[in-house]
């Protein structure tokens, strides 16, 4: 695609219930990011997938918290049992290749609200 | 751990006039890259700028410039000629050489005033 596309663009859930965050990166790129911005404060990185190697799962900051990536293409970040704190929005990237030249472009984000 | 501070919460600036944002970082490593992204209200981060931390020279995008000074890991974007466009929340990041994710400040909200 065009650039970088994300679903749903908001999303309201109740505090306990699961959500499915849906990233689809620009076509080719091997790379993909996911990043989380809560209110007031910058991107932290959550997770980080390159090809077929074993994802950077180092930002994700609990086990409730998981993300796929199927046939190097669509993620799903996946959150369980969510908290009012996971409230913020979630943006994704993608990059070409890891490395030097590797700018990552990223998504519209999913603001979720859990109430 | 690396960590990127940005001291301004909010600018403004006058149409047409110049505008300096502020951003510090602290690594241990030699070698890295360093950004400024806006992010309009649409939330769709747009990368404005990039510097090497072996190019001596600062990088320059038409109207935005940055002060890189690696001693002082101070890394400023300078927007000359501001545009009512321009309003946005702009992000300083930093990126380890061969590394992935990218760490960010907190962010400085520019308004522009016409």
């Known amino acids: 695609g065009a650039g970088v596309s994300q679903s749903p663009s908001n999303k309201v859930t109740e505090k306990g219930k699961d959500v499915e965050l849906r990233c689809d990166p620009i076509?080719?790129?091997?790379?993909l990011y996911w990043y989380r911005q809560s209110l007031g404060q910058g991107l932290e990185f959550l997770i980080y997938?390159?090809?077929?190697?074993?994802?950077?799962k180092s930002g994700l900051p609990s086990d409730r918290f998981s993300a796929e990536r199927t046939g190097g293409s669509v993620s799903t970040l996946t959150i369980q049992r969510t908290q009012q704190e996971d409230s913020a929005v979630y943006l994704c990237?993608?990059?070409?290749?890891?490395?030097?030249?590797?700018?990552?472009?990223f998504g519209p984000g999913t603001r979720l609200t859990v109430l | 751990a690396q960590t990127v501070t940005q001291s301004q919460p909010e600018m403004s600036v006058q149409e047409a006039e110049t505008v300096t944002l502020s951003c510090t970082y602290d690594?241990?490593?030699?070698?890295?890259?360093l950004f400024w992204y806006k992010q309009p209200p649409s939330r769709q981060m747009i990368l404005v700028i990039r510097?090497?931390?072996?190019?001596?020279q600062n990088a320059t995008e038409n109207r935005f410039s940055v002060n890189f000074q690696k001693a002082a890991k101070s890394f400023s974007l300078k927007i000359s000629d501001s545009q009512l466009g321009d309003a946005a929340m702009y992000f300083c990041?930093?990126?380890?050489?061969?590394?992935?994710?990218?760490?960010f400040g907190a962010g400085t909200i520019l308004r522009v005033k016409s």
């Open positions: 510097q090497e931390a072996y190019k001596q």
């Open positions: 076509s080719g790129h091997t790379a």
């Open positions: 990237a993608s990059s070409l290749v890891q490395g030097i030249n590797n700018e990552q472009f």
């Open positions: 997938f390159q090809g077929n190697s074993a994802p950077d």
């Open positions: 990041a930093y990126r380890m050489e061969y590394g992935n994710k990218l760490v």
């Open positions: 690594t241990s490593e030699s070698d890295y890259y």
